[in-house]
């Protein structure tokens, strides 16, 4: 009880010291797991016992025989599911090539490449080397999304390295599983008819299973068979079922089976996502927490001492020096980013859960069953965990400064609110080349903000998520624009200091209108424009206009018209070069230039 205890509670606690300190939790995750384990029996404990033993070795320990092994597979199936949750086939499509090709010609060079380093710097089997350089294929999001969260990247590049985290886990996972069913099935590193026809049963399977059992899922839901409160538990069976059903039919393509089913589901659209993906989010948190703890502590000393030499710096130099920017540079060819970009994305590729979870389980396995060399895969695979999360979490910002893609001026716009109004704020501004992104609560504005191809969010302002997310590294501007007071003075309040660095704005509240004198410093377009106003006109006039300015005289006249003009809003000052500057409340002193245009909401201004 008190081993259980200990690693749920140690666990949280490395998750919250990882909060605290801006690092992937998975660094004092592992290094709690090895202090409990093998540093506990090497140098702490009389006896040479762990203070956690995840298998049962006839005196104590958690999980006997080869519960540990179905622990291991359950936790991940569930992680698994949560990623495939988030994989939206929209959003992939506006990635562009340079992802597919990460995913697909990178995983090729890394497989490759490490398994050829494995084999001639350690001399392990090939078959030990390919299955070691599967496993070191994913990139975890769990373990980018921290180091990106916390450093100001353009738009792209945060975008690359996030969804390639995302996209690559099942496809590294699919390998480790097809690669470790041919050393089990082939024999020796015979490819063998049986192994192919093994290869194609994981591909049936898993593939069926997955998409048979989320489309029943989603049907059970949405046609109410399941009520609401057990609504997560029962997803969570199902997808515990789907897994262990396809585990029954074919071996190892459970995996395969529970990343379908989360795709499916994630692209379904249903009222019911948002619910499940919090509830997964938090199930896969704590399940993280608990493997990684129970996985290096399974970790023996002599495990350690393997790879204890020169030849582990040397394979992890090849990794991550040589192999990752070779399959980065040659995946982004002929792509837009440019070379400082491309070097940036090599230098990040920190890997995660699931390399550690099936490296354990695998490893486990084939040494249970006498293959030689089958020992170095687990820590072969964790110095590689270790060592790249260790590695970017520590230099990734000085990186991002040294090769120039730190985010020195953050333009982006954050504007709170998708009403029609918002959106067609939104367009004209993305319509200049600015990057923008709109956040509501609502649904509906959402996907009609979506229709119009502008960058869109349902959230809810009041959650801590929202300042998770990378998409928003690069802003700096916060526009409230809803229809509520309160909300906007609650955004400008909680978000001002890192989404408003360069200005955040609101609409005036009804009783601010007219209040020259008292006028909020925050307050957006004029002392006289609240929301009902600008939305009358947007109700009348839906356009946005541009008058270029002869002079600042001319610039005053044209306020002193919109003052007293109900169809008709200033918003932003258009430059000669095309900036936009937004224009605060009744501010008289916008500083102008010429070849300046005013650009106002409503109809047409005929001067």
């Known amino acids: 009880m008190l081993e259980l205890a200990g690693i749920i509670i140690l666990g949280i606690l490395a998750q919250w010291v990882a909060w605290k300190l801006k690092i992937p939790a998975i660094l004092p995750l592992i ?45 991940i199936s569930i992680i698994l599911f949560e990623g495939g949750l988030t994989l939206k086939l929209s959003e992939i499509k506006n990635v562009g090539p340079a992802i597919s090709k990460l995913i697909t010609l990178g995983s090729i060079v890394t497989f490759f490449g490490a398994g050829f380093a494995a084999h001639y710097i350690f001399n392990l089997s090939w078959e030990i080397s390919f299955l070691f350089s599967a496993l070191i294929i994913v990139t975890g999001p769990t373990v980018i999304t921290p180091i990106l969260r916390n450093i100001p990247l353009k738009k792209d590049v945060s975008a690359v390295l996030k969804w390639e985290g995302i996209l690559i886990d099942p496809i590294g996972a699919l390998v480790a599983v097809l690669v470790f ?32 059992f989320a489309h029943g899922l989603n049907s059970a839901i949405n046609k109410k068979w399941i009520p609401h409160y057990l609504l997560n538990v029962f997803a969570l069976a199902s997808v515990l079922g789907v897994f262990v059903l396809s585990e029954s039919f074919a071996h190892e393509s459970g995996l395969l089976a ?107 396995k084939l ?41 020195q001026n953050s333009e982006g716009i954050l504007i709170v609110g998708a009403s029609k109004l918002s959106r067609i704020i939104a367009e004209y501004l993305a319509n200049n080349n600015r990057h923008v992104v709109l956040i509501d609560s609502n649904e509906s504005n959402i996907a009609q903000a979506k229709e119009l191809g502008l960058e869109a969010i349902n959230a809810n302002i009041y959650s801590e998520t929202l300042t998770d997310n990378i998409e928003l590294n690069d802003v700096g501007y916060l526009m409230a624009l809803t229809g509520n007071a309160d909300i906007n003075s609650y955004v400008i309040d909680k978000f001002r200091n890192q989404f408003g660095e360069n200005g955040s704005f609101r609409l005036i509240s009804p009783e601010e209108k ?5 006028n909020p410093v925050e ?6 424009d609240d929301y009902t106003k600008l939305n009358d006109i947007v109700r009348n006039f839906p356009a946005i206009q541009e008058i270029k300015l002869d002079s600042k005289e001319h610039y005053d006249s044209l306020i ?28 008289k002193d916008v500083p102008f ?3 300046s245009s005013l650009v106002y909401l409503g109809k047409e201004i005929n001067k």
């Open 367 to 407: 040494a249970k069953n006498g293959v030689p060399g089958a020992e170095y895969i687990t820590p072969l695979v964790f110095m590689i965990v270790l060592g790249t999360v260790l590695l970017n979490a520590t230099t990734a910002r000085l990186f991002a400064r040294a090769v120039g893609v730190f985010l």
């Open 514 to 518: 007219g209040d020259v004198a008292n």
């Open 181 to 212: 069913e041919f050393i089990s099935v082939g024999g020796g590193g015979a490819f063998t008819k049986t192994a192919l026809i093994e290869f194609g049963k994981i591909i049936l399977f898993g593939a069926t299973f997955g998409f048979t």
């Open 258 to 364: 529970v990343v379908v089913m989360g795709m499916v589901l994630g692209n379904s659209n249903s009222s019911y996502l948002k619910e499940l993906l919090y509830f997964k989010e938090s199930l896969s948190v704590l399940l993280i927490s608990i493997l990684f703890i129970l996985l290096a502590a399974n970790i023996n000393m002599d495990d350690l001492m393997l790879i204890y030499n020169w030849k582990t710096a040397i394979l992890f130099a090849v990794v991550v020096f040589v192999i990752r920017p070779l399959g980065v540079f040659l995946s982004t060819h002929n792509s837009s980013l440019k070379f400082n970009e491309k070097l940036f994305i090599s230098w990040v590729g920190p890997r995660g859960i699931v390399a550690a979870g099936i490296a354990s389980l695998f490893g486990l």
């Open 560 to 587: 002193e018209i919109t003052k007293n003009e109900k169809d008709i809003a200033p918003i932003f000052i258009k430059n000669k070069a095309g900036t936009l500057k937004i224009i605060p409340a009744f501010n």
């Open 523 to 528: 307050g957006l377009f004029s002392h006289n």
């Open 31 to 75: 290094l709690i797991g090895l202090l409990v384990g093998p540093i506990a029996a090497e140098f702490l404990t009389d006896d040479g016992t762990k203070w956690i033993e995840p298998i049962w070795n006839g005196k104590e320990g958690l999980f006997p025989g080869e519960s540990l092994f179905y622990f291991v597979s359950l936790a």
């Open 593 to 595: 230039e010429k070849g």
